[in-house]
Structure formats: structure tokens, C-alpha cells
């Protein structure tokens, strides 16, 4: 994601919805912000460490959890997008 310093929230979701090229990107952007929320909780009601790659672990977890609810018309979509993510 690339926004400059000085621009708002809605500017810089905005700005990541574009670069993401994707008619599920909102939900990306949800689960992203979910699981970087979590993980400070983690730090700060349970005293844990946590890397960049833990909070990468939970945002694919909870990927792979939307692949089961999601539309069928968005599974490969979101399939394609959970196996690039790495």
C-alpha cells in the first residue's frame, strides 16, 4: 500500500482499494485492519509478542475463513488472492 503522509483514513482505504483490483477489496481491507487490531490486543491485554509474520499468519486465517462464506462468484477470486498472498 502507498499513500503519502498527509492523507486522510478515507483517502489512503480509498487509495489501497484501487491497488488492490479486486471485487472483494473492502473485504480485504476489513480483515487486514482485523487482524492488525488483534494482534495489539494480543500485545497489550496479554503481554505477547507479536511479529509481522504472526499478524500475517492471522490475516490469512481469517482469509481462508472467508473463503467459506463468501459468494461463489468471488471463491476463485478470493482462492487466486489467499495463494498469491504468500
Do not use: Y
Not at 485492519?33 to 494482534?39: D, E, F, N, R, V
Not at 500485545?43 to 509474520?53: P, R
Not at 499478524?55 to 468471488?74: D, G, I, P, Q
Request: with cysteine.
Amino acid at each position: 500500500m502507498s499513500a503519502g503522509p498527509q492523507v486522510s483514513i478515507f483517502e489512503a482505504v480509498v487509495s489501497f482499494k484501487g491497488q488492490l483490483h479486486t471485487l472483494i477489496s473492502l473485504d480485504i481491507i476489513i480483515l487486514l485492519c482485523w487482524a492488525i487490531w488483534t494482534s495489539r490486543n494480543d500485545v497489550i491485554f496479554q503481554n505477547n509478542h507479536v511479529s509481522l509474520s504472526s499478524t500475517r499468519a492471522t490475516f490469512k486465517k481469517e482469509l481462508t475463513l472467508l473463503l467459506h462464506c463468501v459468494k461463489s462468484k468471488h471463491k476463485a477470486c478470493l482462492a487466486e488472492w489467499i495463494n498469491n498472498f504468500g
